[in-house]
């Protein structure tokens, strides 16, 4: 009875409340009808296209978004900042994707993850969007790093690639032309650190970290030797060239070329040695030329492919990060405009002169803007024409962990280079068996 | 006697705080078993494929998951053994009576109120190679002509996380102790004192047995906590070098979040789980037969 009661005095005044304010009423309806219904219609909403990138790389493509945004109309690109470390950058994009339903259409990815995305099925393929004749103007390495099981999946934005930096200043006082061998580079240093001219010969990255890996391919390249086989999925660790490649590493260190400390140098740590001229070669990636460029040995060095041993080519670790389509969007096409826009030759310019980073389309190298501005990227052309990739396999990170865990057991004399090597060579094919 | 409708309305009462502990104790524990069971990685395509115990297997021949379980082991007990001893020690000059307690209060409390990651990194400064201020007061004391690399070795990164965790979480244990220090009467040192016990005797016979309950309690919290480090050493050494101070945590995290094998993170989660479980049962039963 209570109930019953409640609901017509309820009812009651409901109807009172309409009448009263039936004015108010229609006018709500008429709003929410426009708004629902008839306003999309006439102006279109914008599609969100959302990517995740580190806040400073974010703010330097700042620009590019404005210009992308200004000339699509129908679609508004979007970068969510994220933090400055690309291993936390990674972890989101992971945790977004195994989540599900992901915020990120356009994904911008280091080259290492590219392997891994694939296979877990989070990239959408883009063979077919990119014709063969667009495929021709980017470096062949550096597209090969965005393929998984022979499907395109990344399209390059930036490319990266390690190279010799030396004191040409130092060489020419002692009567040296740049060291083409390893040999050359220890004689050469040892002779320079005899002199008095400088502290240390050679530093590299030897930290326990990403960077090792990468400083070794490199190595392992200029002495003939390979990590992982993608095709085959054999791995070369346990061969003598390979061995052979740690056993320099040894030596730059026994022979005190290099610090005994440059076994926790990661890029920051060598790139200050060389710029207050404590070391006359370094090997890094090329955002050091214009820092280097700004310090005390401004104009007194240079830059050249990694040496290698006798009777063989040098190699340049390929790094670099490009765009891929997260399978959970909703709008791939407009995400592919978003990339083709980036990956297009004016963005690609207008970035590289606004921040020297390193295009991904070869004939960028020596365009005559970039040169005016940058006069050693026909020699840096050079350098990522030699480029050699990271194995592109999807179980990368844990092949790379094995390998720095006894590398950097190996440089720090916990372990012999053979010992080291053998166990890391096991475990790998331990790893691509499973 | 609780009648059959008092009971179901008890049981009725207590069902929303079951179902949230069921969700997020029980739920998660039961799913890293089940999914223990089970390969799911980018072999299979992210897919669950049955094994049956061969993540089990697999652990008994993997090298880096012994290496992280002995690492983390070495950490907790050297770490809680300090930590136990030097809170004692600040929490019997804390509940003595002098000027300016108060703030010395608040002050030791200051460490662990610290974001770990935060004072890992001001740890890692503290201990670099170049620019830290061990190697500056050593240098300047005269006892070494070159700079230690504390990060680099594995020993002595070892002792450079202990030296930061016993920093940040001895002011826990002094906390705790201090409220059990407390609690005991003054009378029980008096009556003591009068028979002709010395201090050291009060200590052994009279603070530490009416300490224990507190002193068990800390040891539990501290050994399940310093058994799941990860942010500290993630921040100062990240598992290096040569993955010498690699912990269990560090080693899951890695395994599901960066290599993507699901199964046998579930694995890993399962064995150290245990393994606590284990640890912590065995320190409360013998700290109970010392008790009695």
């Given at each position: 009875m209570l109930i019953d009661h409640l609901i017509s005095k309820l009812n009651q005044s409901c109807w009172k409340l309409f009448k009263t304010q039936r004015w108010f009423f229609a006018f709500l309806a008429l709003v929410l009808s426009i708004s629902v219904a008839i306003l999309p219609?006439?102006?279109?909403?914008?599609?969100?296209?959302?990517?995740?990138?580190?806040?400073?790389?974010?703010?330097?493509?700042?620009?590019?978004?404005?210009?992308f945004n200004q000339q699509h109309p129908d679609i508004k690109f979007q970068i969510v900042e994220a933090p400055s470390d690309s291993n936390q950058v990674e972890d989101l994009y992971t945790s977004s994707f195994l989540l599900g339903n992901s915020p990120y259409d356009v994904v911008y990815m280091d080259i290492v993850w590219t392997p891994k995305f694939a296979a877990a099925g989070w990239l959408r393929n883009l063979s077919d969007r990119l014709s063969a004749e667009e495929a021709e103007q980017y470096l062949e390495a550096d597209l090969a790093g965005g393929m998984y099981e022979e499907q395109l999946y990344r399209l390059p934005f930036r490319s990266d690639a390690g190279m010799?930096?030396?004191?040409?200043?130092?060489?020419?006082?002692?009567?040296?032309?740049?060291?083409?061998?390893?040999?050359?580079?220890?004689?050469?240093?040892?002779?320079?650190?005899?002199?008095?001219?400088?502290?240390?010969?050679?530093?590299w990255q030897g930290k326990q970290y990403e960077g090792l890996a990468a400083m070794f391919v490199e190595i392992l390249q200029g002495n003939g030797a390979f990590w992982v086989n993608p095709d085959t999925l054999e791995v070369g660790l346990d061969r003598p060239e390979a061995i052979a490649a740690v056993e320099f590493l040894r030596q730059t260190i026994a022979s005190n070329?290099?610090?005994?400390?440059?076994?926790?140098?990661?890029?920051?740590?060598?790139?200050?040695?060389?710029?207050?001229?404590?070391?006359?070669?370094?090997?890094?990636?090329?955002?050091?030329?214009?820092?280097?460029?700004?310090?005390?040995?401004?104009?007194?060095?240079?830059?050249?492919?990694?040496?290698?041993?006798?009777?063989?080519?040098?190699g340049a670790t390929l790094g670099g990060w490009g765009l891929g389509i997260s399978t959970s969007t909703k709008h791939p096409d407009a995400a592919w405009q978003v990339i083709k826009f980036l990956s297009s030759e004016d963005a690609q310019r207008e970035f590289v002169l606004d921040t020297g980073f390193v295009p991904s389309r070869i004939n960028l190298f020596n365009?005559?803007?970039?040169?005016?501005?940058?006069?050693?990227?026909?020699?840096?052309?050079?350098?990522?024409?030699?480029?050699?990739?990271?194995?592109p396999i999807s179980q990368y990170a844990q092949a790379s962990d094995i390998l720095q865990r006894y590398l950097s057991a190996a440089i720090t004399g916990k372990i012999s280079p053979e010992q080291a090597m053998q166990t890391a060579a096991n475990e790998t094919r331990n790893l691509l068996q499973r | 006697m609780l009648n059959k409708q008092e009971k179901l309305t008890g049981w009725l009462m207590l069902f929303p705080a079951l179902f949230i502990l069921g969700l997020v104790f029980i739920y998660p524990i039961a799913r890293a078993f089940w999914l223990s069971w089970f390969t799911e990685n980018l072999g299979t395509q992210l897919q669950p494929v049955f094994t049956g115990l061969g993540n089990y297997q697999r652990m008994l021949g993997d090298g880096r998951f012994w290496q992280s379980l002995w690492n983390t082991s070495i950490f907790t007990v050297v770490s809680v053994a300090l930590e136990l001893i030097l809170g004692l020690g600040v929490a019997l000059v804390l509940n003595k009576s002098f000027m300016g307690r108060g703030v010395v209060r608040t002050i030791a409390i200051i460490p662990w109120a610290l974001p770990t990651a935060v004072m890992g990194l001001a740890w890692a400064w503290i201990f670099n190679d170049q620019y830290g201020v061990v190697n500056d007061i050593l240098f300047r004391l005269g006892l070494i002509d070159a700079g230690i690399n504390w990060l680099g070795s594995p020993a002595l990164a070892m002792v450079a996380l202990i030296i930061?965790?016993?920093?940040?979480?001895?002011?826990?244990?002094?906390?705790?102790?201090?409220?059990?220090?407390?609690?005991?009467?003054?009378?029980?040192?008096?009556?003591?004192?009068?028979?002709?016990?010395?201090?050291?005797?009060?200590?052994?016979q009279i603070t530490l047995p009416l300490l224990m309950p507190q002193i068990l309690i800390a040891l539990l919290f501290r050994f399940a906590q310093s058994f799941g480090v990860f942010d500290l050493v993630q921040v100062m050494t990240g598992g290096g070098p040569a993955g010498s101070t690699e912990t269990v945590s560090i080693y899951i995290y890695s395994t599901v979040m960066r290599y993507l094998d699901f199964g046998y993170g579930a694995a890993l989660v399962v064995i150290t789980f245990l393994l606590l479980v284990l640890a912590v049962a065995t320190i409360s039963l013998i700290l109970k037969r010392i008790r009695t």
């Amino acid at each position: 009875m209570l109930i019953d009661h409640l609901i017509s005095k309820l009812n009651q005044s409901c109807w009172k409340l309409f009448k009263t304010q039936r004015w108010f009423f229609a006018f709500l309806a008429l709003v929410l009808s426009i708004s629902v219904a008839i306003l999309p219609g006439v102006t279109q909403q914008p599609i969100v296209i959302q990517t995740l990138i580190r806040a400073d790389e974010a703010q330097q493509l700042q620009p590019l978004v404005n210009k992308f945004n200004q000339q699509h109309p129908d679609i508004k690109f979007q970068i969510v900042e994220a933090p400055s470390d690309s291993n936390q950058v990674e972890d989101l994009y992971t945790s977004s994707f195994l989540l599900g339903n992901s915020p990120y259409d356009v994904v911008y990815m280091d080259i290492v993850w590219t392997p891994k995305f694939a296979a877990a099925g989070w990239l959408r393929n883009l063979s077919d969007r990119l014709s063969a004749e667009e495929a021709e103007q980017y470096l062949e390495a550096d597209l090969a790093g965005g393929m998984y099981e022979e499907q395109l999946y990344r399209l390059p934005f930036r490319s990266d690639a390690g190279m010799l930096y030396y004191r040409q200043d130092l060489l020419e006082q002692a009567g040296y032309e740049p060291p083409e061998t390893f040999d050359e580079l220890l004689k050469i240093s040892q002779d320079l650190q005899q002199q008095g001219l400088a502290d240390w010969g050679y530093v590299w990255q030897g930290k326990q970290y990403e960077g090792l890996a990468a400083m070794f391919v490199e190595i392992l390249q200029g002495n003939g030797a390979f990590w992982v086989n993608p095709d085959t999925l054999e791995v070369g660790l346990d061969r003598p060239e390979a061995i052979a490649a740690v056993e320099f590493l040894r030596q730059t260190i026994a022979s005190n070329v290099s610090p005994p400390g440059v076994t926790t140098y990661a890029e920051e740590e060598t790139r200050l040695l060389f710029q207050n001229g404590q070391t006359v070669f370094l090997r890094n990636w090329p955002y050091v030329y214009n820092l280097a460029a700004e310090s005390a040995i401004a104009e007194k060095y240079s830059i050249k492919p990694m040496v290698h041993a006798v009777g063989k080519g040098s190699g340049a670790t390929l790094g670099g990060w490009g765009l891929g389509i997260s399978t959970s969007t909703k709008h791939p096409d407009a995400a592919w405009q978003v990339i083709k826009f980036l990956s297009s030759e004016d963005a690609q310019r207008e970035f590289v002169l606004d921040t020297g980073f390193v295009p991904s389309r070869i004939n960028l190298f020596n365009d005559p803007e970039i040169v005016a501005k940058y006069d050693y990227y026909p020699q840096l052309l050079e350098v990522v024409q030699n480029s050699a990739l990271r194995p592109p396999i999807s179980q990368y990170a844990q092949a790379s962990d094995i390998l720095q865990r006894y590398l950097s057991a190996a440089i720090t004399g916990k372990i012999s280079p053979e010992q080291a090597m053998q166990t890391a060579a096991n475990e790998t094919r331990n790893l691509l068996q499973r | 006697m609780l009648n059959k409708q008092e009971k179901l309305t008890g049981w009725l009462m207590l069902f929303p705080a079951l179902f949230i502990l069921g969700l997020v104790f029980i739920y998660p524990i039961a799913r890293a078993f089940w999914l223990s069971w089970f390969t799911e990685n980018l072999g299979t395509q992210l897919q669950p494929v049955f094994t049956g115990l061969g993540n089990y297997q697999r652990m008994l021949g993997d090298g880096r998951f012994w290496q992280s379980l002995w690492n983390t082991s070495i950490f907790t007990v050297v770490s809680v053994a300090l930590e136990l001893i030097l809170g004692l020690g600040v929490a019997l000059v804390l509940n003595k009576s002098f000027m300016g307690r108060g703030v010395v209060r608040t002050i030791a409390i200051i460490p662990w109120a610290l974001p770990t990651a935060v004072m890992g990194l001001a740890w890692a400064w503290i201990f670099n190679d170049q620019y830290g201020v061990v190697n500056d007061i050593l240098f300047r004391l005269g006892l070494i002509d070159a700079g230690i690399n504390w990060l680099g070795s594995p020993a002595l990164a070892m002792v450079a996380l202990i030296i930061a965790d016993v920093w940040k979480t001895t002011p826990f244990i002094s906390i705790i102790l201090l409220a059990g220090l407390q609690s005991i009467s003054e009378d029980l040192y008096e009556a003591h004192k009068m028979d002709g016990a010395s201090p050291w005797q009060s200590f052994y016979q009279i603070t530490l047995p009416l300490l224990m309950p507190q002193i068990l309690i800390a040891l539990l919290f501290r050994f399940a906590q310093s058994f799941g480090v990860f942010d500290l050493v993630q921040v100062m050494t990240g598992g290096g070098p040569a993955g010498s101070t690699e912990t269990v945590s560090i080693y899951i995290y890695s395994t599901v979040m960066r290599y993507l094998d699901f199964g046998y993170g579930a694995a890993l989660v399962v064995i150290t789980f245990l393994l606590l479980v284990l640890a912590v049962a065995t320190i409360s039963l013998i700290l109970k037969r010392i008790r009695t």
